[in-house]
């Protein structure tokens, strides 16, 4: 599946598409979430767009301050840093390089 925005007469609609391989749906495949790194903490580091994992910037335990990437996130192929939204301390990272994630996603927790 695949989410595109599509803009029609000025109107931005979101759409999934499903990819179909010789007319026939793909096999269900649960690709399964990875673990997260340590406890969540209680500040959510979320991405704003989709996209793929390019790197993960932090590690569990490390002290970031309000603005440090935390993630770079690989959105219309661009570089584009997640950053920290306070200082705090890395409590979980719950994504790994190379990931895909959707918008609203959490991709790491600080307290």
């Known amino acids: 599946m695949k989410n595109y925005t599509i803009t029609v007469n000025g109107v931005a609609y979101d759409v999934t598409v499903e990819e179909r391989v010789g007319g026939a749906a793909p096999a269900p495949a649960a690709a399964p979430a990875p673990a ?6 209680s500040v959510i580091v979320e991405a704003g767009a989709a996209g793929k994992v390019f790197s993960v910037d932090v590690a569990v335990g490390d002290s970031v301050k309000a603005g440090d990437p935390v993630v770079t996130l690989e959105v219309m192929k661009m570089e584009t840093p997640i950053v920290a939204p306070q200082d ?3 409590a979980s990272v719950n994504v790994t390089a190379g990931q895909m994630v959707e918008a609203g996603e959490t991709l790491a927790t600080m307290n």
């Open 88 to 90: 705090g301390v890395i």
């Open 36 to 41: 997260a790194s340590g406890a969540a903490g």
